[in-house]
């Protein structure tokens, strides 16, 4: 079940610093870099089993501490960033719980494997008539 933007908000923490690039002053003195931090382990709207599946499918992206990092400095207003980190993070959060269906294994149909062997057919017989006759 994926969890509400409240409870998200309750669970994560905001880390502000200085955006780097292009801006001017306002990237001198204006921290609107935004990194959000979110810990996988204290997510109470989280069951054990999503935990366990989250922890998987984003090992890569997890510290050493099991913390999912996420950063935006895209805008020039720490409000927007903020909002940017979250909506990256809800996401990100519903494609790793997302369960893939289980793939029916289904049989060639037979007007597709006669199709296939007769474009082979005439292929084999274009390149029998570009040979040259055997000489008698």
């Known amino acids: 079940m994926l969890p509400t933007r409240e409870e998200i908000l309750r669970s994560v923490s905001f880390k502000t610093s200085r955006s780097g690039g292009k801006g001017g002053q306002n990237v001198n003195k204006v921290s609107s870099k935004v990194e959000l931090i979110f810990d996988l382990e204290t997510a109470f709207y989280l069951d054990e089993d999503e935990k366990i599946l989250l922890r ?30 979250v909506a990256k993070l809800i996401e990100l959060l519903k494609r790793s719980l997302q369960v893939q269906k289980k793939r029916k294994a289904t049989k060639i149909p037979k007007a597709v494997i006669q199709k296939r062997l007769k474009n082979k057919a005439v292929n084999a017989g274009k390149k029998e008539n570009r040979r040259k006759p055997p000489i008698d």
Request: aromatic share 0%; net charge negative; charged share 35%.
């Open 56 to 85: 998987s499918r984003l090992e890569n992206r997890l510290d050493t501490e099991g913390l999912l990092h996420i950063v935006s400095q895209e805008d020039r207003s720490q409000l927007l960033n903020k909002e940017k980190t």
